[in-house]
């Protein structure tokens, strides 16, 4: 069945650091590919996604390039802020629309 | 502002006795809803598809006479844990996708806030 692999935590980073969080899947066919992030005491929050090989997701200066050959979703981003402190969840959507998820990386940003 | 709602957020309740979580969708209509379970440092574990109208969809292992889901309406799906044990404890979160035509970002899907349950 499909399945997420992403990067365990957490990371801690300083400030302005640049900032990668591993992500690989397994799945049959041809799956949607996204990230979601998680502030505490909220819900999860779509931060970008890719529908095809070679794609591109991009938003508030995160990105992260869907590759089929590696099978990888890998979360970068230049500059950490502290606001970006968040629990971060790579996940696909496999025919069933239903989505499968990664264990979560826990990104502690410090000033 | 949230588009999909949890309620309860914490729930503690004794063991034998049966809890409900709802999940609503506001502004707009969700034909169908997730529900997930939240082991700590673990995955978001799916474990039933909610469909309006329809009896739910479980995941292999999930006991569907112990999580029973209700889709009464587009924007209401509930969730409840019939005579709940310790091991039932956990993070539930429920989802609910944008169908067309229908609400904000058609197709994307957004989720609740969770809902913690602690049985003594």
């Known amino acids: 069945g499909d399945s997420v692999t992403q990067m365990e935590g957490p990371v801690t980073l300083s400030e302005e650091a640049f900032l990668t969080i591993n992500c690989t899947y397994t799945?049959?066919?041809?799956?949607?590919l996204f990230w979601y992030v998680q502030y505490p005491g909220e819900g999860l929050q779509l931060l970008l996604k890719?529908?095809?090989?070679?794609d591109k997701g991009s938003n508030k200066g995160f990105e992260a390039t869907y590759r089929k050959e590696t099978t990888s979703f890998h979360l970068e981003k230049g500059s950490v802020q502290v606001s970006d402190s968040a629990v971060y969840f790579c996940?696909?959507?496999?025919?069933?629309?239903?989505?499968?998820f990664g264990s979560g990386t826990r990104l502690q940003v410090q000033p | 502002g949230a588009v999909v709602s949890q309620h309860p957020s914490r729930v503690i309740c004794k063991s034998g006795t049966s809890v409900k979580i709802e999940c609503r969708s506001l502004?707009?209509?969700?034909?169908?809803m997730f529900w997930y379970r939240q082991f700590p440092k673990k995955s978001l574990m799916l474990m039933a598809t909610?469909?309006?109208?329809?009896?739910?969809?479980?995941e292999q292992g999930v006991e569907k006479d112990k999580f029973l889901i209700n889709h009464a309406s587009l924007t209401l799906s509930t969730l409840t844990v019939t005579s709940a044990h310790p091991e039932d404890s956990s993070f539930y979160i429920c989802?609910?996708?944008?169908?067309?035509?229908?609400?904000?970002?058609?197709?994307?899907?957004?989720f609740g806030e969770g809902s913690r349950l602690t049985v003594l």
């Open positions: 909610s469909n309006e109208g329809s009896k739910a969809t479980y």
């Open positions: 799945a049959t066919g041809y799956p949607s």
């Open positions: 996940a696909l959507e496999g025919g069933r629309r239903a989505l499968t």
């Open positions: 989802s609910a996708r944008g169908e067309a035509g229908t609400g904000p970002n058609t197709g994307e899907l957004f």
């Open positions: 890719a529908t095809k090989a070679d």
């Open positions: 502004d707009f209509q969700a034909t169908t």
